[in-house]
């Protein structure tokens, strides 16, 4: 099963709006990551963010992690039009000297003008 | 410094034939990711290299597929007598050690 897995699997919201996405994983981590995927196009890396931190801001972006609960959050603030897309969550292997990252499914975001 | 490039974006190939995904990593990486997405699907991780050598290739399906790293060029993902089923978008990622891996933008593969 996935390592990373993101909720809810598809969004849709009105500009202006603020957009949660959620990811949950199993084993133990050193990183969490956050990527934006556009329609048929590459990965663009929007954040990481490591296991002794619990929160990191990236202009209108707001991740939190929670290693307790084993999940991590992305808020996108003031939504634009542009923003979507599909978002995905990547964790570490977490073992030490491996860096293999397991992505989730993904979450779908159409922000709707 | 330029991203990770890959080429080429897009690649047909006939059943039987084989397909060759290269991949140059962005300058100092030495960390080399393969992923496979399927259409509607997230990535799936396939194999995992430094120069010259394969760390982990637990997602590479056991027949047709093989990587390298050599010490010199790109890093190639080898595919043997391709079948339908291989369609996918091939994404690679470069990453120096423990930060983040920076993608691609994919080859995508078509077998006819």
């Known amino acids: 099963s996935q390592q990373g897995e993101e909720d809810p699997q598809a969004l849709s919201i009105q500009e202006g709006e603020n957009a949660t996405m959620n990811c949950s994983y199993k084993?133990?981590?050193?990183?969490l990551q956050w990527y934006r995927q556009n329609s048929g196009r590459g990965l663009v890396h929007l954040i990481l963010?490591?296991?002794?931190?619990r929160e990191k801001h990236s202009g209108r972006l707001r991740v939190t992690l929670d290693t307790s609960k084993k999940s991590s959050s992305l808020l996108i603030t003031a939504s634009r039009a542009a923003d979507t897309a599909s978002y995905f969550c990547?964790?570490?292997?977490?073992?030490?000297?491996?860096?293999?990252?397991?992505f989730g499914t993904g979450t779908r975001l159409k922000v709707l003008a | 410094n330029a991203g990770v490039m890959q080429n080429p974006r897009h690649l047909v190939r006939r059943r039987g034939q084989e397909a060759r995904l290269r991949c140059s990593p962005m300058?100092?990486?030495?960390?080399v990711y393969w992923y496979r997405q399927l259409p509607e699907e997230g990535l799936k991780f396939m194999v995992y290299?430094?120069?010259?050598?394969?760390?982990?290739e637990s997602g590479m399906p056991k027949e047709r597929f093989s990587a390298e790293f050599p010490k010199e060029g790109p890093s190639i993902l080898r595919i043997q007598q391709v079948v339908r089923g291989d369609s996918a978008a091939y994404f690679c990622?470069?990453?120096?050690?423990?930060?983040?891996?920076?993608f691609g933008q994919g080859t995508r593969l078509t077998v006819v």
């Open positions: 300058k100092g990486h030495s960390h």
């Open positions: 963010i490591r296991s002794n931190e």
């Open positions: 084993t133990s981590i050193n990183n």
């Open positions: 290299l430094q120069k010259e050598n394969i760390i982990d």
């Open positions: 990547a964790t570490d292997a977490g073992t030490s000297g491996t860096y293999k990252y397991i």
């Open positions: 990622a470069s990453s120096p050690f423990g930060l983040e891996a920076f």
